[in-house]
């Protein structure tokens, strides 16, 4: 039997011409033609939205209810400016329970994907990768000109520059119960990095990463997020108690992607110079001017 497939997504209600709401139907858009030529050719997919209760009317085809929320980080933690940003344990285990799926995919609703999206993915998993191997698939960021569904074959087109951070992940369901991601939120940095080294941890070390296929894009690629800080702070505790929990769980090799990205990105951003210029960040207007000058520079980071 082929592999099936269960993409969860986390839609919110906002303005159409926003720039969520444009990335939104693109990416409604994209997914809908994937999920066709998938099932043309046999391929089992489904996708399924967890949502905050309230937020159903942001579902929309092919994605289909996959569960409610009943809890976002502000019910954990009081962060500034409040954002009723979900748990990215919740959106996965909430979708995961949704399903009878053999792999699950996640992926940020601002990202769309090729039409040969999923049988790229099946390829991967079968010819690739030795069974039960989690792996992200990085992004192109393409023009910010593009801003209609009509657009979509000019965007399928673009080259675009591969991105920084993950914001795919495709692994097999039975690995969602085990995650160790704490209260680590979307929205904001270090979330990302903490799911990529769990996948690595419960799988055995044998995480990869998906870079020499354009199978996902993002339209511009603004940094928003960057500024704040209250958020990235939260993100990045959450990842250090969850990376002292999994040393204690598991036997950490020294040349794993684990150990690597806890060296090359979580200790130093634990760092007390880190920490030192993100409480600058917080003075009136300065993480502000920061984003400024990230943008002007074209810095993702």
């Known amino acids: 039997m082929p592999i099936s497939f269960c993409h969860i997504i986390n839609p919110f209600p906002c303005p159409e011409d926003s720039e969520h709401g444009i990335a939104s139907k693109i990416t409604y858009e994209s997914l809908r033609v994937a999920v066709d030529r998938a099932q043309q050719n046999g391929l089992q997919v489904e996708v399924k939205a967890v949502v905050l209760p309230g937020d159903e009317d942001a579902i929309k085809a092919p994605a ?6 009943s809890r976002t980080i502000q019910d954990i933690h009081l962060l500034l400016p409040q954002r009723p940003y979900p748990l990215i344990a919740d959106i996965l285990n909430i979708g995961a329970g949704a399903s009878s799926s053999d792999y699950l995919i996640f992926t940020n609703m601002d990202i769309a994907v090729q039409p040969d999206f999923y049988l790229q993915l099946h390829e991967i998993i079968e010819k ?3 069974a039960g191997t989690p792996f992200t698939v990085y992004r192109r960021n393409i023009p910010s000109r593009y801003s209609r569904i009509g ?26 119960a085990d995650l160790d991601l704490g209260s680590s939120c979307i929205g904001a940095a270090h979330f990302d990095y903490l799911l990529f080294i769990a996948l690595d941890a419960v799988s055995g070390f044998k995480v990869k990463r998906i870079n020499d296929l354009p199978l996902t894009f ?15 702070e939260h993100n990045l505790q959450e990842s250090l108690a969850a990376i002292q929990r999994m040393r204690k769980r ?3 090799p020294m040349n794993s992607h684990f150990a690597h990205m806890e060296a090359s990105h979580f200790l130093p951003n634990a760092r007390l110079d880190s920490r030192l210029l993100r409480k ?3 003075l009136p207007g300065i993480g ?14």
């Open 64 to 69: 289909s209810l996959g569960g409610q929320l």
């Open 128 to 130: 690739r990768f030795e």
């Open 151 to 176: 657009q979509l074959p000019e965007m399928y087109r673009e080259s675009g520059e591969i991105a920084y951070g993950y914001d795919c992940f495709v692994f097999p369901r039975s690995f969602a």
């Open 218 to 232: 993002h339209i511009g690629n603004d940094i928003a997020w960057s500024s704040q800080i209250d958020y990235i």
């Open 250 to 252: 598991f036997d950490i």
């Open 280 to 282: 600058v960040k917080r």
């Open 288 to 301: 502000r001017l920061a984003l400024i000058i990230k943008r002007w520079l074209g810095k993702s980071h």
